[in-house]
């Protein structure tokens, strides 16, 4: 079983660049699809964008495209999400979760962390 924690969550003003990470402890980190979601205050958790597990694939949410980044390290076990541009509307709880399915699939993300807060202010 993989364990996920997530670090590198803060308060920012609009515009400016946060860098998640996410490191996995536990099973071959490379056997799994990794994501992150969000979580913004009254609101259900949201999808953000995936990456495949060898980093050949990723996807993301309308809203971040172009914006927001995954990347991977197999060898450190660790997931990132480069955030750019950030909005107040960007605020949330940050997720990151792992998947032994497709990384396409956010149904099967079932291995979860705690989650880290951003925190942005226009």
């Known amino acids: 079983q993989v364990q996920l924690v997530e670090a590198g969550g803060g308060s920012v003003q609009a515009g400016c660049s946060l860098t998640l990470s996410c490191a996995a402890s536990?099973?071959?980190?490379?056997?799994?699809?990794m994501c992150w979601f969000r979580q913004a205050p009254g609101k259900g958790r949201e999808f953000v964008g995936a990456?495949?597990?060898?980093?050949?694939?990723?996807t993301y949410e309308d809203s971040v495209k172009g914006r927001f980044t995954i990347s991977r390290d197999n060898t450190k076990n660790t997931v990132f999400l480069r955030m750019n541009s950030l909005q107040p509307e960007d605020t949330a709880v940050y997720y990151c979760?792992?998947?032994?399915?497709?990384?396409?699939?956010?149904?099967?993300?079932?291995?979860w962390g705690q989650g880290t807060q951003v925190t942005v202010s226009s």
């Open positions: 990456i495949s597990r060898r980093s050949t694939m990723t």
């Open positions: 536990g099973r071959t980190f490379s056997a799994y699809a």
């Open positions: 979760a792992a998947s032994s399915g497709s990384y396409s699939n956010i149904n099967e993300y079932d291995r």
